[in-house]
């Protein structure tokens, strides 16, 4: 089966096939910026005939722009659900934006560091992302492609408020900077509701997997500012980067926790998981999931290689349902796609060594 995303799937991209994840905690750093064209009515007020004009006049800019060389343009009308999917699960594109009416779709730089959505709630969702935690480096390549196209597109922009935007929430600098988390040790100690409660008073978000809406699956959470207006964007970084100072300093204590208080349980945990990863002959996306999120966790005790992090963190992508049905080129029930799943994991865990508990050390 020929899809027209093959190529894109096919080349190297920035979290499923650089070894670059070698933080434990941290697995990507995203920031998005909300901008609209002047002299266009926002897209949720918009007729066809104008999504498309914007479509047209974007979709010739954006290619042009620095850091979007050789680039995948894809327009949401021409592609399949699983393929669209797909750009969800490897966190290309927003689900707001597959189900966009006409003039909807999504220009994508060749190592997928960098994508633009047209016509989702704003014109442009401007998106750059790395793995691991970068915020200055991705704030350097997104601010750096946004001043590229203000060069090529009129941005809807006033002197008083800064950018405006189809939602009051994002006027100002449109920017949302969000961190991926892999958070089990606050998780495991039923402690994560708590920091989610202290994040939210201070104006951050916290949401789950694949953004709002979403669930928090393997204990990944995105933990992203909320306040757009009335802060330069290094404010907003700095104050996002300290925050995430003391979330981490909270999941490292909860893991030695564990380790010194319930130490028996959690590597009983860690064994059974990689147990059933080995071994398994069915498994579902959330179970996939839960365990490879314990097998990040034996990585990060020393139980592991180093490299197995990454393999957990490309599985965490590629065992999503719609990646599962791109291997077997063609649509499959549930029950078909946890065999293959499980048939999948079992290949890449052939090859990880077990697991050395006396190295997990508190």
């Not at 021409?78 to 220009?107: F, N, P, Q, T, Y």
């Not at 597109?153 to 008083?160: E, H, V």
């Not at 052939?350 to 508990?357: K, Q, R, T």
């Amino acid at each position: 089966m020929k899809l027209k995303i093959d190529s894109l799937i096919q080349t190297d991209a920035e979290l499923t096939r650089q070894p670059t994840s070698s933080d434990p905690i941290i697995l990507m750093t995203r920031i998005r910026l909300a901008r609209n064209l002047a002299g266009f009515s926002f897209p949720n007020h918009s007729d066809p005939e104008a999504r498309e004009q914007v479509f047209e006049i974007c979709s010739e800019a954006i290619p042009r722009a620095d850091g979007m060389e050789s680039p995948f343009l894809l327009r949401m009308g021409d592609l399949s659900e699983m393929e669209k999917k797909i750009l969800v699960e490897r966190h290309l594109v927003s689900r707001e934006l597959i189900d966009s009416d006409s003039g909807a779709g999504v220009v994508i730089n060749k190592d997928q560091s960098c994508s633009v959505m047209i016509n989702e709630e704003d014109h442009l969702r401007v998106q750059s992302m790395l793995a691991g935690f970068h915020l200055d480096k991705v704030w350097t390549l997104i601010n750096s492609l946004d001043d590229s196209l203000e060069e090529r597109l009129d941005y809807a922009f006033s002197d008083k408020l800064g950018f405006l935007t189809a939602c009051p929430s994002n006027v100002g600098t449109g920017l949302r900077a969000s961190v991926m988390m892999h958070l089990p040790g606050l998780v495991i100690t039923k402690n994560m509701e708590k920091v989610i409660r202290a994040v939210n008073q201070i104006g951050l978000v916290v949401r789950g997997w694949l953004g709002e809406g979403s669930d928090a699956s393997g204990s990944v959470f995105q933990i992203s500012n909320q306040q757009t207006l009335g802060e330069a964007e290094e404010t907003i970084l700095k104050r996002l980067r300290n925050v995430l100072k003391t979330v981490r300093v909270q999941e490292e204590n909860a893991r030695i926790r564990l380790l010194q208080t319930d130490r028996n349980r959690i590597l009983d945990r860690i064994g059974r998981a990689y147990g059933i990863l080995r071994n398994g002959h069915l498994l579902s996306s959330g179970e996939g999931m839960s365990l490879l999120s314990l097998i990040r966790l034996g990585t990060d005790f020393g139980m592991f290689p180093e490299e197995t992090r990454f393999s957990v963190d490309r599985l965490f992508i590629e065992t999503q349902p719609a990646h599962v049905q791109y291997l077997a080129e063609s649509e499959l029930g549930s029950g078909a796609r946890d065999s293959l799943r499980a048939s999948s994991v079992r290949n890449v865990f052939a090859e990880v060594p077990e697991p050395d508990f006396d190295a997990a050390s508190s």
